[in-house]
Nanobody, 114 residues
Framework: VQLVESGGGLVQPGGSLRLSCTAT????????MGWYRQAPGKEREMVAH???????KYSDSVKGRFTISIDGAKKTVHLQMNSLIAEDTAVYYC?????????WGQGTQVTVSS
């Protein structure tokens, strides 16, 4: 199983980016998919998380600005990021939780700078 991420890059403050992550390979069942991030010198933190067919959770720092969505048929999770600020600069990692397994993507860099 591999998680293939895309959509990172450089954006100006106030701009938007959309991250995508697709799980390839055989996964019989997925409990949830989400996004974490890690800024330089900081610990990895949860950004947004969504259970299949369930509710979404967001960190307080991104509520109202970020939206997570899942395409279950394609085993793909998206993170729409609006009103980006410098503090959102980090490497963003996709996360998939399956029975007895936790999968991580390789990370995609998001840089918010003028």
């Amino acid at each position: 199983v591999q998680l293939v991420e895309s959509g990172g890059g450089l954006v100006q403050p106030g701009g938007s980016l959309r991250l995508s992550c697709t799980a390839t390979g055989t996964i019989d069942r997925i409990y949830s998919m989400g996004w974490y991030r890690q800024a330089p010198g900081k610990e990895r933190e949860m950004v947004a998380h969504r259970h299949y067919g369930g509710e979404s959770k967001y960190s307080d720092s991104v509520k109202g600005r970020f939206t997570i969505s899942i395409d279950g048929a394609k085993k793909t999770v998206h993170l729409q990021m609006n009103s980006l600020i410098a503090e959102d600069t980090a490497v963003y990692y996709c996360n998939v939780l399956a029975p007895g397994q936790i999968y991580w993507g390789q990370g995609t860099q998001v840089t918010v700078s003028s």
